[in-house]
């Protein structure tokens, strides 16, 4: 497995806004230009992405990233 994912620059200024889970990342759904949605994943204070449940391992580039949302327990 390789270095984790990061959300682009502008996305990670947003995420840090939203509240943190009990270990500090924030839970959310990412949307690829490609029209394909990873979830769930947690982003880490760092802005790297890890894909927790059913999202296993996320591989995608930054760039590609069109959207996010956040995941409310």
Known sequence: ???PS???DWLAAEVAEWPQDAFGAHQARLLLRDG???APVAIL???DVVGSGSAGHVDFRSDDVVAIERIDD
């Open 45 to 47: 204070p760092s802005g």
């Open 6 to 8: 990061r959300l682009p």
């Open 1 to 3: 497995m390789g270095d």
């Open 36 to 38: 394909s949605v990873i």
